[in-house]
């Protein structure tokens, strides 16, 4: 069955879209990132029995709003053919107080969190790292409580990447 979706449904929007090839290998990079993201802990929610109230205060505690958190990482690791494998990580990364907060201003906003990053090595060895810029999802909603902290997530995320990336530059200038 074919299901038609009325055109007063859909609304197109235009979402920048970021590629970065950095200096730092896949290891060091991935390594350095993980250690900088704090974790949201699974367990600890399933624990919580999955009671909304409760949840939502576990979630409020894990961070302050300076922060983002590791919600889940996705691998894909080729290991049918090692000669071909690609080796790619997708992070799905936010802060719990902030993307609760977007989400009262309007449900919808819940689609695009947790912010999804992926991170990949090229065949020259670099690392890419690639993400939608969360302001450009978020400008859809014409809040501009919405908008205001979906610059906040961007800017954390940019913060993280050259966090992560910056331990290259330190290993790279003690080799000098």
Known sequence: ???QIKESMKKAIVIEHICRELESNFDSFTLRLEKALGILKPATLHALGGSPASMVS???STSDEDNL???NILVRDDQMKKENRKRIK???VGNPKIMLRMIENYTGAGLYMPIRVLVYEKSNGKVAV???LPS???TQFNNAEILSDS???ENMLIKLIQIADEGNHEAASVEK
């Open 58 to 60: 576990y979630l409020k």
């Open 1 to 3: 069955m074919i299901y």
């Open 90 to 92: 997708q992070y799905q």
């Open 130 to 132: 690639e993400y939608d």
């Open 136 to 138: 450009s999802s978020f």
């Open 151 to 153: 610059i906040i997530l």
């Open 69 to 71: 958190i590791l919600f």
